[in-house]
């Protein structure tokens, strides 16, 4: 059997399983452990605390520091509401192409990367290859966050990761971060003709919401010399504000939700300490003036770190290699790839796949695709071994 034949064929069973972020991955972890550890790979499995999702950290060759990571994420988004001709989680091919929720993002990776475990094992790596194959990446990087944690501190660490986000196999060396937060007022409620009586939680939401339009404007001038990010800025989108019953009721509860997408981690912490002040100095001590148990609190719903753009960077020197490519971009999209840049890694991403069949009816890859990145992996496993 071909490495794409291969490829093909471990693709279909991970499309079978359904891991929509809401359900659990524990069958696909469970398939790639089984198949990375029949050729010889040490597995490790780290489960969350539901006991219902984990990511699979495997390693061929070497148990010494300075190897490549390839990465990419389990989970997938709904299917509901949309529009398929065929069976989403049935995978079928037509003109080239391979469909089904995940053949793109990022299952398709993840089969190509698997697929060519023997092929690493057979070429006695001197530098060893590492598999992270995450949860929950569409809800937040919930589980590249917790792989990290645990990553921290060990001396084996690779050094290098290639993220396998669906590019058309471009090199792609920086993108935004992207920061979701839910905001809770507390009022207390009363008739709407005594509203000094009240605490009107929508009026203190929109004054929320208008200190964070005003932090807009501040991003929009700390924009780092020579940023390549379209817009050059970090931004913040405000998604929805809810509160209220009826016009004649103080309303006692209301709801932000709210988005940041930081060009570098300075100007989230920027935002988020401006907002800590504003609430402590002056939203809360208003408030609590007229009732002591109001109160405003923020869910962080996931914080995922950009991919920096670096002068050197020894990941994109690599790729470029291997893959004969002349030129990297940015992606407006977020990924895992700032969290492994954060423990010290270089970090690319470059993946089989367009980003704008991702999410989408009918999702697919193209087998030319899939077989470029067979090709840039084939040489990986040479270069390894050399």
Known sequence: MTDLAAT????????????????SNLEMIAMLASYLGDQGAEVEIQTDDSGK????????????PGGILLSGHSDVVPVEDQAWTGDPFGMWEDDGKLFGRGTCDMKGFIAAATAMAPRFAANDLRRPVHFAFTHDEEVGCLGARNLTEI????????????????????????????CEYTTRFTGFEGHGSRPELGV????????????????????????PPGSLFEPPWSTINIGRLTGGHVHNVIPGR?????????????????VNDNLRTFIARTLLPEMKRVFPDADITTEVIGEVVGL?????????????YLTGANGTDLVSFSTEAGLFQQ???????????????????????ELDQLDQCLTMLHKLADQLAA
Request: aromatic share 4%; hydrophobic share 40%.
């Open 254 to 270: 209301a709801e932000v939700d709210w988005e940041m997408r930081p060009v570098n981690d300075g100007d989230m912490d920027f």
């Open 8 to 23: 093909r064929s471990l693709l279909g069973d991970l499309i079978a399983i359904p891991t929509i972020s809401a359900d």
């Open 200 to 223: 009107n939680a929508v009026e203190y939401a929109v004054r929320y919401v208008s200190r964070l339009l005003d932090l807009r404007e501040h991003l929009r001038h700390r924009a």
């Open 151 to 178: 990553l921290k501190g060990r001396e084996t660490l690779p050094s290098i990761a290639i993220i396998g986000e669906p590019t058309e196999m471009r090199i792609i060396e920086g993108h935004k971060g992207c």
């Open 343 to 365: 423990l010290g890694m270089s970090a690319v991403i470059c993946g089989p796949g367009s980003i704008a069949q991702a999410h989408k009816p009918d999702e697919f890859i």
């Open 53 to 64: 999702k984990a990511n699979l950290l495997a390693r061929i060759g070497p148990d010494e």
């Open 308 to 320: 920096e753009p670096m002068d050197s960077n020894t990941a994109r020197d690599l790729v470029a």
